[in-house]
């Protein structure tokens, strides 16, 4: 088993771009979930899905972000306009229905200048 | 909303030595969760507890899950460098069985050889 897979590992771009962080789950885990890792803020919920629909997306810190699932194998972040302020390392996790040892990803870091 | 805390915030400590960690809520939790993340990597599970004053051990690591069900230890016997990363405890909140975590801020562990 490969774990969850995430890329890119590293991200720079500027200010204003727009930004597509890609994560593929454990094959059968039911939940996806996306989190974002800061100094100030430590791991934050942003989104998470059940069988590739979101269930709650309170975390998703405004308008620019967005998630989507299209199918059980494949999940997508994507930031659009990016600002310095989003500059953190992005996790994504899996696991299986009802379990909660996730499984996280070695994350991506995210730069933004 | 429901939240974890965690003492010591950092540790710096001698190989050789002892460890222990503590997470504590105002509110109950049924399950509680131990991670360990290393620099650059995403968190891994390290212990999972599912019924209060349960004892569980994995190697050098010992974790209780409270009696009160509001607080949780990880002790760490022996440490060894390897074990440098940050703790995190973590809990699905009491809102129902939606498969969603809760972390606590972290414990940073130094270890001196």
């Known amino acids: 088993d490969a774990g969850v897979i995430q890329s890119p590992r590293h991200e720079v771009t500027e200010m204003g771009q727009e930004v597509t962080l890609r994560c593929k789950p454990i094959s059968g885990h039911d939940y996806l979930f996306w989190y974002r890792q800061t100094m100030m803020r430590g791991l934050e919920l942003l989104i998470y899905?059940?069988?590739?629909?979101?269930?709650?997306d309170s975390g998703m810190p405004e308008d620019r972000f967005s998630a989507k699932m299209p199918n059980a194998s494949f999940s997508t972040l994507k930031i659009q306009p990016s600002e310095p302020r989003d500059s953190a390392v992005y996790f994504c996790a899996s696991s299986p229905q009802v379990s909660y040892g996730y499984t996280f990803g070695s994350g991506t870091r995210l730069t933004v200048v | 909303g429901q939240q974890l805390n965690q003492s010591p915030q950092s540790m710096f400590i001698q190989e050789g030595e002892d460890v222990s960690m503590n997470c504590t809520s105002s509110?109950?939790?049924?399950?509680w969760l131990w991670y360990k993340q290393e620099p650059g990597e995403g968190p891994v599970l390290l212990i999972a507890?599912?019924?209060?004053?349960e004892l569980t051990s994995n190697g050098r690591l010992t974790a209780q899950f409270g009696i009160t069900r509001k607080d949780s230890f990880l002790n760490i016997s022996a440490s060894i460098p390897s074990d440098v990363g940050i703790y995190f405890c973590?809990?699905?909140?009491?809102?129902?069985?939606?498969?969603?975590?809760?972390f606590g801020q972290g414990t940073t562990l130094q270890v001196k050889p």
């Open positions: 899905f059940n069988n590739n629909v979101p269930i709650d």
């Open positions: 509110s109950i939790f049924n399950t």
């Open positions: 507890l599912y019924k209060a004053g």
């Open positions: 973590a809990g699905p909140p009491s809102s129902g069985n939606t498969g969603k975590l809760i």
